[in-house]
């Protein structure tokens, strides 16, 4: 038993077994943000053996209230390359890639094609109905999160492959979204750190293949009251 990974391995939903189901897959999480913060560092905190991180963003000072893979130190730098170096700080064992870049039309598909999974942690509709449709062409699993002010939501989409809800499903018209105000700025820093740990938990489960899956389903929650729901979709 490997003692980096000792506690989860006593674990029967995941043993020796799912860590090296661990350390075979691949994750690529879209945007280093907030959400993407905790995602990342608790997939490579857990062994996941290849992580992709796209983000064509640079650290701002106004980002450290939420996003912790930064420091003030790194203010004005790369996000997917400073990432990148925090990760492989936590644990080196596993492989980082880094893709300071935005992911569009042109890349996506290339992009998504790498890896085993896609994981959300992007803040604008255009970048979701695009991950989401290359997924699905692709026969990827998409991990979804989003957050506004002190809420937040969580669902796996496209699993299984071909037959399982898409982003679509949850929000049909592409253009009724993007027609939409921009969304509050305002967030309190624990609403993507709690949101994006649901996420890592649901790519652990889709790896590990243990538990129930947001499949089809979509769990919201209010940090004002810690109401929480699961919706069926589809």
Request: with cysteine; charged share 20%.
């Given at each position: 038993m490997n003692g980096r990974y000792q506690r989860q391995q006593l674990l029967p939903e995941i043993g020796e077994a799912g860590?090296?189901?661990?350390?075979?897959?691949?994750?690529?999480?879209?945007?280093?943000?907030g959400l993407g913060s905790p995602l990342a560092l608790y997939l490579a905190g857990a062994g996941v053996g290849r992580i992709g991180i796209v983000d064509d963003d640079t650290v701002s000072v106004t980002n450290l209230q939420r996003q912790v893979l930064y420091t003030e130190s790194?203010?004005?730098?790369?996000?997917?390359?400073h990432?990148?170096?925090?990760?492989?700080?936590?644990?080196?064992?596993?492989?980082?890639?880094?893709?300071?870049?935005?992911?569009?039309?042109?890349?996506?598909?290339?992009?998504?094609?790498?890896y085993d999974i896609v994981a959300d942690g992007c803040d604008n509709f255009a970048t979701r109905y695009l991950v989401n449709d290359v997924c699905m062409q692709l026969g990827k699993p998409?991990?979804?999160?989003?957050?506004?002010?002190?809420?937040?939501?969580?669902?796996?989409?496209?699993?299984?492959?071909?037959?399982?809800a898409t982003y679509r499903d949850l929000y049909p018209s592409e253009e009724a979204m993007r027609q939409l105000p921009p969304p509050p700025k305002g967030v309190v820093g624990v609403?993507?750190?709690?949101?994006?740990?649901?996420?890592?938990?649901?790519?652990?489960?889709?790896?590990c293949g243990y538990g129930e899956l947001l499949a089809r389903r979509l769990w919201t929650i209010d940090l004002r009251t810690l109401e929480s729901h699961i919706f069926s979709i589809g």
């Open positions: 860590q090296q189901k661990l350390r075979e897959a691949s994750v690529l999480i879209v945007g280093a943000g790194q203010v004005g730098g790369s996000k997917a390359l990432a990148r170096e925090r990760l492989l700080g936590l644990n080196s064992d596993i492989c980082v890639e880094a893709y300071p870049l935005r992911l569009t039309e042109t890349n996506a598909a290339e992009l998504i094609a790498r998409y991990v979804y999160g989003a957050i506004t002010e002190l809420d937040g939501q969580v669902s796996v989409f496209n699993y299984p492959p071909g037959a399982g609403t993507p750190g709690i949101v994006g740990c649901v996420e890592a938990n649901e790519v652990l489960k889709l790896i």
